[in-house]
């Protein structure tokens, strides 16, 4: 069983916890999606992943911050596709009038108020590790536990 079909069998509640959209939202964005994807292989071409599997995947990877390897690993889908599946749902959805950031920022401020609102997205998944370079022998002491010493022996 998919995520997609693990998704099908909550109740409203559970799926808005779990996906952080409604099954209302959810409908409208495998609509937009199942369009774009007819549009994409009119002449032929490989299927790939099914466009409801791709929209849990990317709402997974959304709502849980997961990195693609444990999503990889659970599903037992490379790496690559799940990446793949998420960049094509990203962009699709933002391509589309009704998903677009600007269109849903003005229906939720008031036509009084002319304050903009300032969008951040912030990717933190791929972060490099930070770890001293220099000096380091300054900051170590050298020493090893006992526990240690007598496992390399």
């Given at each position: 069983m998919n995520a997609y079909e693990k998704l099908m069998r909550l109740?409203?509640?559970e799926f808005k916890l779990i996906?952080?959209?409604?099954?209302e939202v959810f409908d409208k964005m495998l609509e937009v999606l199942k369009q774009k994807?007819?549009?994409d292989h009119e002449q032929g071409g490989q299927?790939?992943?099914?466009?409801?599997l791709r929209l849990a995947l990317a709402l997974e990877y959304w709502r849980e911050y997961?990195?693609?390897?444990?999503?990889?690993n659970d599903h037992q889908i490379p790496r690559t596709v799940i990446n793949r599946a998420i960049l094509w749902v990203e962009d699709t959805l933002s391509?589309?009038?009704?998903f677009?950031?600007?269109?849903?920022?003005?229906?939720?401020?008031c036509e009084e108020e002319d304050e903009e609102i300032e969008i951040i997205l912030v990717d933190v998944e791929e972060q490099?590790?930070?770890r001293p370079k220099t000096n380091q022998k300054e900051s170590y002491s050298g020493k090893k536990s006992a526990i240690q010493r007598n496992i390399r022996l």
């Open positions: 109740d409203y509640y996906t952080g959209v409604t099954k994807y007819k549009e299927p790939g992943l099914a466009v409801e997961r990195s693609i390897r444990h999503m990889a391509e589309s009038s009704e677009k950031l600007k269109s849903l920022q003005k229906r939720f401020l490099p590790i930070e």
